[in-house]
Nanobody
C-alpha cells in the first residue's frame, strides 16, 4: 500500500526558510522518481522540484536557486529545503512520484497525501 506523509510546513516570514519532509512507503520510493508539488489557492497543482530517473534534479523556474530537493534512502524520506521564501510560495505542498502515482478502482485516480501547508506572510 502506498503512503505519502508530508510534514514540516508552517507560517514563515518573507525571506525565511522551511524544510519539508515526506515519508514514503518503500514500494515506490526505491523504484520511482520522486518530487514535490504545490497547489496555491485557485491555482492548479504544479511540480516545483523533482528527481529524474537518472537521479539528477529539476526545478521550476520560480524556485530555482532557492529550493533544494534531497532524499535519504535509508529512511525512505524526501526533503525540500526552501530558502528565501516569498508570499508567492504560499501553498499546500505535496510529495509524489513523477508523474504522480495512480491506482485503479474502476477508474484510474491519482493518489495524494494530505499535504503540508506553507504560508509566507509578515
Amino acid at each position: 500500500q502506498v503512503q505519502l506523509v508530508e510534514s514540516g510546513g508552517g507560517l514563515v516570514q518573507p525571506g525565511g526558510s522551511l524544510r519539508l519532509s515526506c515519508a514514503v512507503s518503500g514500494s515506490i520510493f526505491s523504484s520511482s522518481a520522486m518530487g514535490w508539488y504545490r497547489q496555491a489557492p485557485g491555482k492548479q497543482r504544479e511540480l516545483v522540484a523533482g528527481f529524474t530517473s537518472d537521479g539528477s534534479t529539476n526545478y521550476a523556474d520560480s524556485v530555482k536557486g532557492r529550493f533544494t530537493i534531497s532524499r535519504d534512502n535509508a529512511k525512505n524520506t524526501v526533503y525540500l529545503q526552501m530558502n528565501s521564501l516569498n508570499p508567492d510560495d504560499t501553498a499546500v505542498y505535496y510529495c509524489n512520484t513523477v508523474p504522480p502515482y495512480t491506482y485503479f478502482t474502476g477508474i484510474r485516480r491519482a493518489y495524494w497525501g494530505q499535504g503540508t501547508q506553507v504560508t509566507v506572510s509578515s
